[in-house]
């Protein structure tokens, strides 16, 4: 019905234009098609030109079958066609078969659902070539706004959001950030993982949820229910949008982390641990300025290299500038120690009847630890800083190889060193944002002198 309605309206307008070539070129009322191509009407103009030799008839045809094609297509928000509703913008077509427009939608299309449905009725246009579509979502009006503050819980319910930042890429924040919020899971906390990194999001990799995400049981009015992945929840853009990358600039960004962060209906939580993004950018002043969200500690991530060190003061000297107390720094890849080796140098030392003596030389030559990228700078850091917890994290392979497996290290691996160095940060971090909510809580009860 509606691409019969969608064919009647395009040949109204062939009407309007078969009639339009026989107008003068000085018109003081002059027919005017409308952008969608949907409906003609009149409009007075005084001393308007119009080229109707310019309006070609196979272009104009064409736009008819593209809009007519993307007449069932709705709004998920609004329910109603994108072309009844004038969604579909700076419609151009090309000889060559190249189809160019744009799509307002009410909401963003996070999943690109409306995207792929124009891609796919077009792809049945025999003449379509090429297909290049911009998705748009309107900014939501204030009723829309003061709706969503008065529904969506957010961050009602969570007492402490620490940040798991470093200000250098691939310095093992998200796996610092993983393994950290499951050991304060294991102390007896409840616990939620936040992964704000919209261009490269890690989260979904690290853990594997029980059940996938699904927008249409998962997005509940103007709430995102987060995804449960052993007991910790979990939220980030790779569970909502597995599939396409997000090719964006920062002002678009912005927003979005604002509605991924103040819309996730976290419930009751002891601790929000918040994997952050590489940089000193807007995502990270977006976070640190919200008026919604009070930030508690940042836990520090970094490795032996200089070239780490150097990007990790800046982001020290950054959350020092907005008031946010780096609490922990995480050494990573700090050494490397070939335990693996252990075992089998007794059975050489059998083997070759060598004695006691030799054997145990032997042992401290290879359990020795080799610092393959050099001491490092995290005694620098706590002496600048006047941090007072550090934690340094070996090279090891099965932390690397568990971290592609979807179940977190420290529960695959509870009794092993490096677990155990992860329920150490845990229980320091822990402690430190408890004494900074009880200093913060006498400053405010304490008797101030009257003169």
């Known amino acids: 019905m509606r691409r019969l309605a969608a064919c009647l309206v395009m040949l109204t307008c062939a009407d309007a234009f078969q009639t339009s070539r026989m107008i003068p070129w000085k018109l003081s009322s002059s027919l005017a098609v409308c ?13 308007w030109s119009m080229q109707a030799a310019a309006l070609d008839p196979d272009i104009f045809s064409k736009k008819s079958e ?36 744009t799509v307002q939608l ?20 025999p003449w379509v070539s090429d297909v290049k579509i911009t998705v748009m979502s309107l900014p939501p009006s204030d009723s829309l706004r003061e709706a969503s503050r008065s529904q969506a819980m957010g ?29 304060m899971h294991k102390l007896g906390f409840r616990t939620g993982i936040l992964d704000v990194d919209i261009y490269g999001p890690s989260l979904p990799t690290m853990v594997k949820p029980e059940k996938p995400f699904d927008p249409r049981r998962d997005i509940v009015g103007n709430e995102i229910m987060p995804v449960d992945g052993y007991g910790v929840k979990l939220m980030s853009m790779g569970f909502i949008n597995p599939v396409d990358s997000f090719v964006m600039r920062g002002s678009r960004v912005t927003p979005l982390v604002q509605q991924l962060v103040s819309t ?37 991530v970094t490795t032996p290299q200089r070239l780490s060190f ?10 020092d500038k907005v008031g946010i107390p780096s609490v922990a720094v995480v050494e990573n890849m700090a ?3 070939n335990n693996a080796l252990q075992d089998q140098i007794q059975v050489f030392a059998d083997k070759y009847s060598l004695p006691r003596e030799a054997v145990s030389e032997l042992e401290q030559m290879l359990g020795a630890k080799q610092f393959v990228f050099g001491q490092g700078h995290k005694q ?13 994290i070996p090279l090891f392979p099965d932390l690397a190889k568990q971290s592609d497996s979807g179940l977190p290290f420290v529960l695959a691996y509870p009794e092993t060193e490096v677990s155990k160095a992860y329920t150490a940060l845990a229980e320091s971090v822990a402690s430190e944002v408890n004494l900074s909510a009880r200093m913060f809580a006498s400053c405010l009860t304490r008797p101030r002198w009257r003169n």
């Open 310 to 319: 150097v990007d990790v003061v800046k982001g020290i000297e950054m959350f």
């Open 106 to 125: 009410s909401a963003p299309d996070l999943q690109g659902i409306v995207k792929k449905a124009c891609e796919e009725a077009l792809s049945c246009l």
């Open 35 to 47: 952008r969608s191509s949907r409906r003609c009407m009149h409009k007075g103009f005084s001393g």
């Open 380 to 392: 620098r850091l706590l002496d600048m800083w006047g941090i007072q917890n550090s934690v340094s």
């Open 66 to 101: 593209v809009l007519a094609s993307l007449a069932d297509i709705d709004d998920p928000v609004r329910g109603e066609s994108i072309v009844s509703t004038s969604a579909v913008k700076n419609l151009e077509v090309d000889a060559s078969g190249r189809v160019q427009f």
């Open 335 to 337: 050494y490397f120690q």
């Open 264 to 300: 996730t209906a976290w419930g009751d939580l002891d601790y929000l641990i918040i994997d952050m993004p590489p940089g000193t950018g807007d995502i990270q002043l977006t976070l640190s300025q919200m008026e919604t969200l009070r930030i508690d500690a940042a836990v520090i």
């Open 155 to 183: 961050l009602k319910g969570v007492k402490h959001v620490i940040l798991c930042a470093s200000c250098k890429g691939g310095v093992g924040k998200s796996t610092t950030a993983v393994n950290l919020a499951y050991s």
